[in-house]
């Protein structure tokens, strides 16, 4: 009698960035895996930021202000979705992004983890927390002041 094992790994995903601060727009790949992400997202771009200025000769303490404005350049320098996921070798088509989508039935179980970002679990010296829900983002761009947005 032969016995025949068989041993189904977990799949592990790596999300960057679903915050939305590079590309102003949140749960980029939750939404890739989900199905949903329209083909138009991969033409957004992190905006390049107008203030910032390449800098001639600063230098603070062991580099960090150089090498703060290098990470500014890099991530907000006008990039797309598209193009910041070639550079990471995925080439972002409409027909690889079906590709990502995972189908509901092929899912047996979801864990997403996270780091704390705050000093509660070391604090009361807890290995971990467990949350029972999390909260949505949703951007707004609001304008409360008598004076037209247009004039500003």
Known sequence: MVLIFCLVLPQV??????????FQTTFLGSAAVAGILPESIL???DKRLPFLHKPTGLLFENGLLMQSLY????FFSGTTVQEALRLNSFEATAAAL???KYSPESVGSYVEVHLEQGPVLEALRY??????GIAGQTRLKVHSSSLLFFFR
């Open 43 to 45: 033409q957004v771009s």
């Open 98 to 100: 079906g590709q990502v």
């Open 13 to 22: 995903i790596a999300f960057s960035d679903e915050e939305g601060v590079r």
């Open 127 to 132: 290995p971990l927390g467990v949350v029972k």
């Open 71 to 74: 990470v500014a350049f890099n």
